[in-house]
């Protein structure tokens, strides 16, 4: 892209670029909604039905425990996570089809791109690698109608990357949207491990699956750094809620302890790590911890007042025997730490 497109977007983007140390960061549409306190107007809504009463919210398209009503205690929770958040079209044709152009929200290499509308929920696809103080963030770019860009071109904050669309599962004319994501990387072995797990799905060739991607709260970082610019996204990041921790064996192939360096807690003696989490499997901080494991240990859950699997991405559970990592937490973390494999321990809660 010229540099004088680039200096013409960057004009239009008065209000919504988000000027900050130690990247330029900026909203991947022209929708600007988020930043002027009109979420209604960002978030595309998703049909929802409760009880036979049936309801369009925006609160769908934010990002968090949105989706998959139940009814407890009476009153309604949300059991199902969505990673990213859903923007709606700010320009459609006369036919009703969406018009708006999907930018990359800051400068960054494009990291993997995906043209198969039918290859996965996403859709047609676009990951972007961002280096953000020496670490590595990847930024995704799903159900767009085309994609502009390939694999290894660098990008401009702003530069374009496709259309927005309705490819993918669920989505149709009326609700097209583009999912954004930002995401910590897992583990470069993903391959591995999801045709360990995943054999039925068939053998996987992308490490940049949304398996592999830890999602983090974009728009509430797009909110966060408008009111200090000078936040990090490491900063942001070791802010989140923790819900749990697991101890790991010390010699766990934890690439996170590389990748993310600003996750590992001072120094201190241990035979092994202890990881905390958020409630939707985000690591946000690796310490030293004084007890051995040989497979990983849930140590810490935060009390809630609905089943855990709910409150956790169905990482932890507490039927049966008190809390433990579910099937699909110690999945989890034989991706995170992959010496990791036996059955964990249980802690009360």
Request: hydrophobic fraction near 45%; charged fraction near 20%; charge should be neutral.
């Amino acid at each position: 892209m010229k540099r004088a497109a680039v200096a013409a977007f960057a004009g239009a983007l008065t209000g919504l670029r988000l000027v900050a140390a130690p990247a330029e960061i900026g909203l991947p549409t022209a929708n600007r909604a988020l930043l002027e306190g009109r979420p209604e107007d960002f978030y595309q809504f998703v049909d929802r039905e409760i009880e036979g009463v049936k309801s369009t919210p925006w609160e769908g398209g934010a990002f968090g425990f949105v989706r998959d009503q139940r009814i407890t205690q009476g009153r309604t929770v949300f059991r199902r996570f969505h990673e990213g958040v859903d923007i709606k079209p700010v320009e459609r044709d006369a036919k009703g089809i969406p018009r708006d152009a999907i930018n990359a929200i800051a400068d960054g290499v494009v990291a993997y791109v995906s043209l198969l509308p039918g290859a996965s929920n996403y859709g047609r696809y676009v990951v972007v690698e961002h280096r953000w103080e020496g670490c590595s963030y990847l930024s995704l770019y799903a159900h767009l109608a085309a994609i502009d860009v390939k694999p290894g071109e660098p990008v401009a904050i702003g530069q374009r990357l496709g259309l927005l669309g309705w490819s993918g599962d669920g989505i149709d004319l009326r609700r097209a949207h583009v999912h954004l994501e930002l995401n910590l990387f897992l583990h470069s072995e993903f391959v591995g491990w999801h045709n360990k797990h995943f054999r039925n799905d068939g053998p996987s060739k992308n490490a940049f699956n949304g398996l592999n991607l830890a999602g983090i709260n974009v728009a509430e970082f797009f909110l966060q750094r408008q009111k200090n610019p000078n936040l990090t996204i490491a900063e942001f990041i070791q802010s989140q809620p923790v819900a749990f921790r697991v101890a790991v064996p010390g010699d766990a192939r934890l690439e996170l302890k590389g990748r993310y360096p600003w996750m590992l807690a001072k120094e201190e003696s241990g035979p092994s790590w202890e990881i905390s989490f958020t409630a939707s499997g985000l690591p946000v901080r690796i310490a030293r911890y004084a007890v051995a494991v040989s497979s990983p240990v849930l140590t810490w859950v935060k009390p809630v007042d609905i089943p855990l699997a709910w409150a956790t991405k169905d990482l932890v559970t507490d039927s049966g025997h008190g809390a433990r990592l579910s099937e699909a937490g110690l999945r989890m973390l034989d991706l995170i730490a992959p010496t990791a494999g036996a059955p964990a321990a249980a802690v009360g809660r």
